[in-house]
Each structure stands twice: as C-alpha cells, then as structure tokens.
C-alpha cells in the first residue's frame, strides 16, 4: 500500500466530537469527497488491495445504501466490473429479495433485485465504514440468499472498538484506515 496515498487519505477524515449524540465520536468523510485526489486515492488503495487479494476474477461490486453508492462505482469502473446496489427496503423497482437485522434502535431491512446476481457470480460488499457490522453480515446474508459467492466486505473506514469484524467472521474483511 502506497503510504502516501494512505496518509492523504487519512488527512481528508475528520472527527466531531459528540455527534449525532453526546459519547459519539463521527468520523466524517466529507473532506475526503471533497478532495479529488484523496478521494482517487482511496478508490486506487481499495483497487489495489482487491487486485492483490483475489486471483479470482471478481464479478461485481455491491454497494450498501448510501455511502457505500459513493465508493462502489468508481471501485467497480476502475476494476472494469458491475456494480449492484444493496437499497433500503421499498426503494428498488422489480422484484427483490429483503432480509430483515437488528439495530441498536429497532429493525431494518435491506433489498437487492431478484436477479442483480445470478448463482455463483463473485460479490464483493462495499461501504464507507464498519462499525457494529449488523448492515454488512445482513447484505452478505442477502447475497448469498441469491447464491452469490461473496469474496470480502470493505470499507473506507473501521471502527475496531465496536467489533464489527469479529460479526462478519468468516467473510474476509478489510478495510483502509482503524479507529478504535
């Protein structure tokens, strides 16, 4: 990994204490939208890592409403691969297939269309950031409901302290910069 590129990276995400609610400490990625080189340079780090770690061809990236739509086409363009959008429920046309997960504050579901993959196609899960791992475990969940073989999830950003990684076990999981 090109340490510069990391660093840069790293520079754009900036925290506020406090928010959305006192003890939260939100890492904010807006700065790194912002800045088209920091921004390329995430996209060209999270390209690199899935060129080094599949020998498999991957078949499509899926990105997990809303974030992970900011970071799983260009992904998907530079590695000259599909990208299927993960919606929140009621949001896509056609049929779906949902998948219902707990939250700290309740339910969610999340819906892809019935025939976004078919049987055996290589899936990797995109986001902007880890925390308690409950949308990523239920989207790998979704996929593989559709037979998908789902390589890896992957994120911009991980929150170590929540342990959302040890909640996607056994699914490979990386992601560029740790925040515990």
Request: aromatic share 8%; glycine share 8%.
């Amino acid at each position: 990994m090109a340490e510069s590129q990391l660093q840069l990276v790293a520079r754009r995400v900036r925290s506020f204490p406090d928010f959305p609610k006192p003890g939260i400490l939100f890492r904010d990625i807006s700065p790194l939208l912002k800045d088209p080189d920091a921004f390329k340079a995430s996209i060209e780090l999270l390209a690199d890592h899935l060129r080094e770690s599949h020998e498999t061809k991957i078949d499509y990236i899926a990105g997990l409403d809303a974030r992970g739509f900011l970071f799983g086409p260009p992904l998907a363009q530079k590695l000259g691969i599909g990208f299927v959008p993960i919606r929140k429920r009621g949001k896509l046309p056609g049929p779906t297939v949902s998948t219902s997960y707990s939250l700290e504050y309740g339910q969610a579901e999340l819906e892809v269309q019935e025939d976004a993959i078919e049987p055996g196609q290589k899936v990797v899960i995109v986001d902007d950031l880890l925390a308690t791992g409950g949308t990523m475990s239920a989207a790998c969940k979704l996929l593989q409901s559709l037979k998908a073989d789902v390589l890896e999830g992957l994120t911009l950003l991980e929150l170590t302290s929540l342990k959302g990684r040890e909640k996607l076990a056994p699914m490979p999981f990386f992601s560029l910069l740790q925040y515990n």
